[in-house]
Each structure stands twice: as C-alpha cells, then as structure tokens.
C-alpha cells in the first residue's frame, strides 16, 4: 500500500454519521490534500475497493459496514476570490463545515446563504443533493465546483448549469456524475442583498420580533432560532434531518386526494405539479412520536427519523419501511428517502 497515504484499517464510523449508526470501514483515509486521492487510486489494493466519499455523515445511513475505502473529505480553506457582475465570489473546501462556512461570509457583510444556516455537514456535500432550507437552494448561489473525476484522474470545473440542479438533486447523485468528488465549491453572492422571506414561517418570525427591514445577520438568526426550535440537534440524538423528500405530484392527483382530505398540505410548483408536505402525511398516519424498536420520529416533526439509542442502520429502515407503506396505503403517495443508504 502506498506509504505515504495514512490510511487506517476497521475504522469506526459511529462518530462520523450524525445517526450514530455503529457501523465499521474496511480501510479509511482523511483527506487533507487533493492529491491523496490521484496518489489512493494509484494503488492496485486501494483503486480496487468500494469508495463512500463522506463528509459530515448527516445525510448518510448506514446499513450495515463498508467494505471498502472511506475517503473522509476534510479539505481545508475559504477565501474572497473575485468580484463579478455585482456578485462577490467566496470559495471553500469541500471539508469546511458549511454553518461554518456560512457564518464566515455574514461576518463578510456577505449576505445570500443565510436561509441556508445551520444545516449540518460539509461545503463540499451542499451541492450534492442542492440542500435547501427556508426558501433557498444551494443553485441560488452557487456560481462553480471544482471536481477531481475518479474515472481519468483529473480535476476540472463545473459551473452551475453542469451540475443539474433540481429539488434535492444534481448531476452527481447520477451515473454521469458518480465518479466525481467535489474539491471547492465556489458562490456568488449579491453586492446589493435583499431578503428572501418567501417562507412563511421566517417572514412571521421576522415581522413578530418587529423586524421589518432585516439584515442578513437577523435573517441567519431567524433561521436559526427556528431549527433549534423545531429540529433535534443530532449530537444530543442521533438523526439524518428530514428523512423522506416531500413528494411531487400531478395536479390532478393532488385534486382528488383535497376531495378526500381536504386538509391537505400542498404547494404549487412552477410546473403546475403540487408538493405534498411528508411530514403532513406521516403525522396524518399516526407515526409522529412513535417508536419501532429503538428507532422512532421525533415528537415535534414527523419527518425526522431519530436513534433512540443503540439503533441498527436496519432498526431505522424497518422504521422507514412501516412509514412508507402506511402513507401509500392511506394517499396512494410513494415516499422517498432523502438520505443515503450505504
Ligand atoms: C438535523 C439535520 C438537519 C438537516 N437539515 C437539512 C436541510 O434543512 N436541508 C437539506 O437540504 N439537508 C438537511 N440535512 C441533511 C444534510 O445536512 C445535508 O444533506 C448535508 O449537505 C450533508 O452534508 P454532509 O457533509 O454531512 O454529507 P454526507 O452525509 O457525508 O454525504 C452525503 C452524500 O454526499 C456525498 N458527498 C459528501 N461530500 C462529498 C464530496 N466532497 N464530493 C462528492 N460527494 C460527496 C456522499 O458520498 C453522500 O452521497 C439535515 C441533516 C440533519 C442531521
């Protein structure tokens, strides 16, 4: 094995998935440098085994152990790297941690990420599934992501359009882009800001504290106070956030299940589908507080998954498994899980 690559072997990962599912890696290696990884799949031994790129892990389960090489993204670094068409670009390592990261260009005076504080997990891994909160989507921002492509070795950059952004989607959680590893991400942020207070939740939370013109400080804060209201920290329980994506259906669809519940939670989209709100259905169904063995949903949002303690990836997808059958059998509505399963 390559000599200076300071890879471990039979490594835990209890620590490294906010689950805190106890599940072990076969080989591991802590990626400080881009150039470990050319220098990782140059050896025979290494190049051969499964790769999980993980970051923070808070968007991982694991079902059981990864026999293979663990390539833990802790690329350092974060800099003001030029001005464009109004926009100021900031650029960060894929292993800085976002809240960090987005944290750092408020202190900046930059405003354009806050909707998006207090997410977990790394920068590297937000354009992965386009992470979302409040309003906004990584897309808004994101300007380019430096990637090294595992298929020839090199390292090139995509700009925006490339990476296929849609609803907790992008270009790389599909075969076309599997073999890329995000190095930096790069955003654009507006000289001259204006708020997003497209959701709900966060204008009121704004307008009740008297805040009528915010800063984009007073909007991170608003954003802020309402996840540590309504979401479990997961170094307290063990939790991935949201569990299931909220599901996108026709028009039509979402007009004969209004006629049977008319309570019904539904947004329109662009495209004139309507998106159902999960956490409505799953609670609807009677599963919020509940507990399957020693995994259950969190009393305060249907839609998070929670360790109980001791809980096995395969404890969490039995869980799963009960809640999306439950919810098809009830809206004939197919949920889909937002993490990934290893
Ligand atoms: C309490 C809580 C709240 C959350 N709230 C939100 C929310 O509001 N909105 C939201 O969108 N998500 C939310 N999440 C999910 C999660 O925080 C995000 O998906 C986050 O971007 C995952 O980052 P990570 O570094 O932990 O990725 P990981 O879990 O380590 O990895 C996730 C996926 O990305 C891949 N990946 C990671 N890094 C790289 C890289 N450098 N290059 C290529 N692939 C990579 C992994 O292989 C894996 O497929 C929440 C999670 C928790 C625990």
């Not at 990637?147 to 790389?172: H, K, W």
């Not at 409505?280 to 998954?305: E, F, H, M, S």
């Not at 969490?316 to 009830?330: E, Y």
Request: charged share 20%; proline share 6%; hydrophobic share 45%.
């Amino acid at each position: 094995m390559h000599p200076d690559l300071p890879i471990a072997a039979d490594v835990s990962l209890a620590t490294l998935n906010t689950f805190r599912i106890d599940a072990r890696a076969r080989r591991y290696l802590r990626v400080t440098d881009a150039r470990q990884l050319a220098a990782a799949l140059a050896d025979p031994e290494l190049a051969a085994l499964p790769r999980l790129v993980l970051g923070g892990g808070s968007n991982i389960l694991f079902t059981g152990d990864f026999d293979g090489l663990v390539l833990h993204m802790a690329l350092p670094g974060r800099a003001l790297v030029g001005e464009r068409d109004g926009r100021v670009l900031v650029r960060a390592g894929a292993g800085e941690h976002w809240h960090a990261f987005v944290e750092w260009t408020l202190a900046q005076g930059l405003g354009g990420l806050e909707n998006l504080a207090l997410i977990p997990g790394t920068v590297g891994a937000a354009p992965i599934q386009n992470v979302g909160a409040y309003g906004a989507e990584t897309r808004d921002t994101l300007h380019a992501v430096t990637v090294f492509d595992t298929g020839d070795n090199s390292t090139r950059v995509l700009d925006a359009a490339a990476c296929r952004f849609g609803y907790r989607d992008s270009v790389f959680k599909h075969a076309e882009g599997a073999g890329l590893i995000v190095l930096d991400v790069t955003f654009a942020l507006p000289e001259r800001w204006q708020p997003n207070l497209r959701y709900a939740e966060l204008a009121q939370a704004l307008d009740a504290a008297g805040i009528h013109a915010p800063t984009p400080r007073q909007v991170a804060d608003a954003v802020i106070a309402i996840r540590r209201r309504k979401l479990p920290d997961p170094a307290e329980i063990g939790n991935a956030g949201s569990f299931f994506k909220n599901p996108v259906v026709p028009a039509e669809q979402c007009a004969r299940l209004l006629a049977a519940f008319p309570d019904l939670v539904h947004h329109a989209q662009a495209d004139g589908s309507e998106k159902l709100a999960a956490g409505w259905l799953i609670d609807q169904c009677g599963w919020k507080g509940r507990n399957l063995g020693p995994a259950g949903v969190y009393p305060k949002q249907a839609l998070v998954l929670v360790n109980n303690g001791g809980a096995g990836g395969g404890d969490v997808v039995a869980l799963a498994r009960a809640i999306q059958a439950d919810v098809a059998q009830r809206y004939g509505v197919a949920l889909e899980p937002e993490p990934v399963f290893v």
